[in-house]
T-cell receptor, first 109, second 116 residues
Framework: RKEVEQDPGPFNVPEGATVAFNCTYS??????FFWYRQDCRKEPKLLMS???SGNEDGRFTAQLNRASQYISLLIRDSKLSDSATYLC??????????FGKGTRLSVIA | ETGVTQSPTHLIKTRGQQVTLRCSSQ?????VSWYQQALGQGPQFIFQ???????GRGNFPPRFSGLQFPNYSSELNVNALELDDSALYLC???????????????FGQGTRLTVV
């Protein structure tokens, strides 16, 4: 079983839609959680960290459920520019980042 | 821009050859991690260097090796290239803080290696 699992998609949604991605992790010792965004043929870039209390950054909301070991990302009012692959990432302290395979999002006009 | 630079950006090699990829970390960052990202996959951890010492290794064979220099820049060397080594190779720099559990890593733009 992969340490971080995501639905690869693709998710094809119209502009303005709300879309949610989930991710599960297997190692209960995981301490830090992130969502990275990766555009086609580019490097991953940090979208947001995920905190136990949940956190929001504009149209993006991240949630963490430690008991169920899953992380979610909600995108409201989708824009064409949100089209990308979203990578769920975990680590344990200062250990290397462990990435999921990513979920592809296409926002359609 | 992250301040992490990788070279070259693209490379084509023949099976059996050797390759060296380079990474300059962000100023002040003493830790460099290398990742391999095959098409349609998430990045896979190769190894990490902290203050010129290897500080963790993923599930990659010994023909993947590396170095970190006193200025914290790093090299990834791959010997006896195989077709499956074709991938995007990403370097990430960070500066772990003592006791911190949430240290951001900054990625370079990657080197796209094609083995033919």
């Amino acid at each position: 079983r992969k340490e971080v699992e995501q639905d690869p998609g693709p998710f094809n949604v119209p502009e303005g839609a709300t879309v949610a991605f989930n991710c599960t992790y297997s190692n209960s010792a995981s301490q830090s959680f992130f969502w990275y965004r990766q555009d086609c043929r580019k490097e991953p870039k940090l979208l947001m960290s995920v905190y136990s209390s949940g956190n929001e950054d504009g149209r993006f909301t991240a949630q963490l459920n430690r008991a169920s070991q899953y992380i979610s990302l909600l995108i409201r009012d989708s824009k064409l520019s949100d089209s990308a692959t979203y990578l769920c990432v975990v680590n344990r302290g200062n250990t290397p980042l462990v990435f999921g395979k990513g979920t592809r999002l296409s926002v359609i006009a | 821009e992250t301040g992490v630079t990788q070279s070259p950006t693209h490379l084509i090699k023949t099976r059996g050859q050797q390759v060296t990829l380079r990474c300059s970390s962000q100023s002040g960052h003493n830790t460099v991690s290398w990742y391999q990202q095959a098409l349609g996959q998430g990045p896979q951890f190769i190894f990490q260097y902290y203050r010129e010492e290897e500080n963790g290794r993923g599930n990659f064979p010994p023909r993947f090796s590396g170095l970190q220099f006193p200025n914290y820049s790093s090299e990834l060397n791959v010997n006896a290239l195989e077709l499956d080594d074709s991938a995007l190779y990403l370097c990430a720099s960070s500066s772990p803080r003592q006791g911190a559990t949430n240290t951001e890593a900054f990625f370079g733009q990657g080197t796209r290696l094609t083995v033919v």
